[in-house]
Nanobody, 119 residues
Framework: QVQVVESGGGLVQPGGSLRLSCAASVRLFNIYSMGWYRQAPEKERELVATITGGGSTNYGDSVKGRFTISRDNAKNMVYLQMNSLKPEDTALYYC?????????????WGRGTQVTVSS
């Protein structure tokens, strides 16, 4: 059974930093596009960042220049370094493993980790 597990969330002051981690128990991790998404109360889930197995990245407009996504294919891990955090970054952050390029139904989500930016 595939598991996607996030960690690293917490409470941080505006301007601070956090690093989120995600572990995905999938075979052939390098074929999965990995992503971070977030959802604030009463808002739609939105893209934060994605990274392909080859390392190509894509960011949501609101986090460009502040957040960095990376992955370690040897460890089945993906990370999100978040700098210059703002109160509007407060949300539940979800990790996604998308292998549908190869496996039709291979799209997995974690349960999320809470990030709260507040003074």
């Amino acid at each position: 059974q595939v598991q996607v597990v996030e960690s690293g969330g917490g409470l941080v002051q505006p301007g601070g930093s956090l690093r989120l981690s995600c572990a995905a128990s999938v075979r052939l991790f390098n074929i999965y596009s990995m992503g971070w998404y977030r959802q604030a109360p009463e808002k739609e889930r939105e893209l934060v960042a994605t990274i392909t197995g080859g390392g190509s990245t894509n960011y949501g407009d609101s986090v460009k220049g502040r957040f960095t996504i990376s992955r370690d294919n040897a460890k089945n891990m993906v990370y999100l370094q978040m700098n210059s955090l703002k109160p509007e970054d407060t949300a539940l952050y979800y990790c996604n493993a998308d292998g549908r390029r190869v496996y039709r139904n291979a799209n997995y989500w974690g349960r999320g980790t809470q990030v709260t930016v507040s003074s």
